[in-house]
């Protein structure tokens, strides 16, 4: 028995459903400019009291001595472990203790945490590309640190 046009519509409409629905995820995942500011980049040198690889983010948590001696807790959204790992930071690059730097940019709320774009170490060894959004702005750009830092 031949098919109708009616039902190679129908057809068609389930398959384009089924293809939309299988993308949802990716595109309800959000992009850098939802929550952080390319217009305020920062530079934090502080202490690690916390680094969780974790999906979908990984967050590296600082002690950050002010100017006035008082310390401010920050936390800087990475990318996924997988692609961590892909660039050489794995769950030990950070130790809990060390002190290190961050460039990157903050959020767009003004509180302290903000996203991650380079690790550096004391010995000097850099990590670079260390978030995972693809609108964010490209590393090198963010070399500023913020007022009383």
Known sequence: MPKSPLSRAGMALAIASYLLA???????????????????????????????LVNPHSWLYL??????????DWGFE????FSLN????????????SQVTIEGYRSKSG?????????????????RNVGS?????PPGAA?????GR
């Open 86 to 97: 892909e660039k050489g930071v794995t769950k030990t690059t950070f130790p809990v203790g």
């Open 22 to 52: 299988g993308s949802a995820p990716v595109n309800a995942h959000h992009a850098f400019a939802a929550d952080y500011s390319a217009d305020q980049p920062v530079t934090i040198k502080g202490t690690v009291t916390k680094f969780q």
């Open 111 to 127: 509180k302290n945490f903000g996203y991650a774009v380079s690790g550096i170490l004391p010995d000097g060894r850099t990590f």
């Open 133 to 137: 959004a693809a609108d964010a702005p």
């Open 63 to 72: 002690a950050v001595k002010n100017l006035d001696g008082s310390i401010s």
């Open 143 to 147: 070399a500023t640190p913020p007022a």
């Open 78 to 81: 990475f990318g996924a472990p």
